[in-house]
């Protein structure tokens, strides 16, 4: 299976037609003249795909996501150590307790 870097997701075998008036609208004689035709992304090069807005899209996106979680791990860091140092001072406490008793 062969993926195309346009893929629309309307069958091409289908016809529809919107009447306006006296006009007719013909979805895939219209769409095809317009759509640009479908591009094997196998062969091209990282710089020629990323020319794609849609892949340019998608990038950001990732990076976006990826900013995301990396600052997700630097605050679960951060509480873990927060976290042990209360612990910490948590259990001081209990023997500065049980020696005053």
């Known amino acids: 299976m062969s ?3 346009y893929e629309y997701g309307y069958n091409q075998n289908q ?3 919107f ?6 609208f013909h ?18 090069s990282l ?14 996106t990732l990076q976006d996501a990826t900013d995301k979680v990396m600052q997700s791990v630097q605050i679960q860091q951060n509480l873990y150590q927060e976290n042990t140092w209360l612990n910490a001072e948590v ?6 307790r049980q020696l005053s008793l």
Do not use: C, H
């Open 15 to 17: 016809n529809t037609n």
């Open 91 to 96: 259990k001081e406490l209990q023997k500065v």
């Open 3 to 5: 993926s195309s870097f």
């Open 19 to 24: 009447s306006a008036g006296q006009s007719s």
């Open 27 to 44: 979805a895939d004689s219209d769409l095809q003249s317009l759509a640009m035709p479908p591009i094997q992304i196998e062969g091209l």
């Open 47 to 60: 710089t020629e795909v990323m020319t794609n807005p849609i892949a340019q899209r998608m990038y950001n």
